[in-house]
């Protein structure tokens, strides 16, 4: 019974090759994320969706795609991976509302681009 | 925009010792602030949240905040810690409404020696 789950936990991978994450939570919540921690542990927003609204940090490239095919999945593709791509990406989703926007977290998923 | 400041780094401290981690944000509005810990090779548990209310907010494993509005602050303490308190510490922000990614600060390493 696990929240927030992705899948896979590890990917490894060549450089130019094309790559997906899935993500699932079964928390009922209506937005998801996701976020980018680098070699340095630092965590930064890539995406936020629900079903009204995609938001997008404006400084990742467009080659990272989010995929939403119903409200408790949104996975991220990545075409023409690069090597500063390799890093861990975590997923995670809200119920925003209520006053407060707690995200819950997935495991991660490390992905090393060769 | 939103930015979180956390002033340590690195932090190493005995068993018993007594905890303080800083954490300044930046921003104007009504906020929702966080802290998560990641312990190695671990995913990211809530250790506490802020959002209205009693400043002083109570958390797991022993851990409290206190929310100062006057200094934009949202430290972190813990009166005597433990080995297993090891881990990164991440402070984090968001403005509490949509879909708001949450703003993270750089997180503090901390090492508990035994």
């Known amino acids: 019974d696990t929240a927030v789950s992705q899948t896979p936990k590890y990917l490894v991978t060549q450089m130019g090759n094309d790559k997906s994450i899935k993500c699932e939570q079964n928390?009922?919540?209506?937005?998801m994320y996701w976020y980018k921690q680098d070699s340095k542990k630092f965590l930064k927003i890539m995406f936020s969706?629900?079903?009204?609204?995609?938001?997008i940090n404006e400084t990742v490239p467009n080659r990272f795609s989010p995929k939403s095919p119903d409200k408790a999945h949104l996975n991220l593709h990545i075409n023409s991976l690069e090597l500063g791509d390799s890093a861990v990406y975590f997923c995670a989703s809200s119920l925003p509302g209520q006053g407060i926007n707690e995200q819950f977290f997935g495991p991660g998923t490390r992905l090393t681009v060769l | 925009a939103q930015s979180v400041s956390q002033h340590n780094h690195h932090v190493i401290l005995s068993e018993a010792a007594s905890l303080e981690l800083g954490c300044n944000y930046s921003?104007?509005?009504?906020?929702?602030l966080f802290w998560y810990v990641q312990y190695p090779g671990q995913h990211l548990q809530l250790l506490l949240k802020y959002f209205s209310g009693d400043p002083l907010v109570k958390g797991i494993k022993g851990f409290e905040a206190e929310f100062i509005k006057s200094k934009f602050s949202f430290n972190l303490r813990k009166p005597s810690v433990q080995w297993s308190d090891t881990a990164e510490y991440f402070c984090?922000?968001?403005?509490?409404?949509?879909?708001?990614?949450?703003?993270f600060g750089k997180g503090t390493h901390l090492i508990i020696q035994p």
């Open positions: 921003y104007g509005g009504t906020v929702n």
């Open positions: 928390l009922g919540h209506d937005t």
């Open positions: 984090a922000v968001n403005s509490g409404g949509g879909a708001d990614g949450l703003t």
């Open positions: 969706y629900n079903n009204k609204e995609l938001i």
